[in-house]
Nanobody, 123 residues
Framework: QVQLVESGGGLVQAGGSLRLSCAAS????????MGWYRQAPGKQRELVAD???????NYADSVKDRFTVFRDNAKNTTFLQMNSLKPEDTAIYYC?????????????????WGQGTQVTVSS
């Protein structure tokens, strides 16, 4: 069984910083991309940033130059450093990972999601 556990959300004033972390654990054969999505009230879930196992990175235009995604492959963990936060960054942030899991029948690749962590930025 594989799970993603997130931490690091909270309440911060505009201009402040937060760091989110997401650790994958369980019966893992390999991890490809790890990333962060967010969903604000009344809006669709959107990609914030992702990073492949090889280090290729993709950011949403709205967070470029403010957010940094990185990962520790040895610990199956990804991080999202968020600086210069704005009220419009307020959302539930979800970790996502493309993981090949070990099952009783072999290996199975699929996407996994964390439980979500609330980020609130006050003006």
């Amino acid at each position: 069984q594989v799970q993603l556990v997130e931490s690091g959300g909270g309440l911060v004033q505009a201009g402040g910083s937060l760091r989110l972390s997401c650790a994958a654990s369980g019966s893992i054969f390999s991890i490809n991309a790890m990333g962060w999505y967010r969903q604000a009230p009344g809006k669709q879930r959107e990609l914030v940033a992702d990073i492949t196992s090889g280090g290729s990175i993709n950011y949403a235009d709205s967070v470029k130059d403010r957010f940094t995604v990185f990962r520790d492959n040895a610990k199956n963990t990804t991080f999202l450093q968020m600086n210069s936060l704005k009220p419009e960054d307020t959302a539930i942030y979800y970790c996502n990972a493309a993981i090949t899991a070990i099952t009783a029948w072999g290996t199975l690749p699929r996407d996994f999601w964390g439980q979500g962590t609330q980020v609130t930025v006050s003006s």
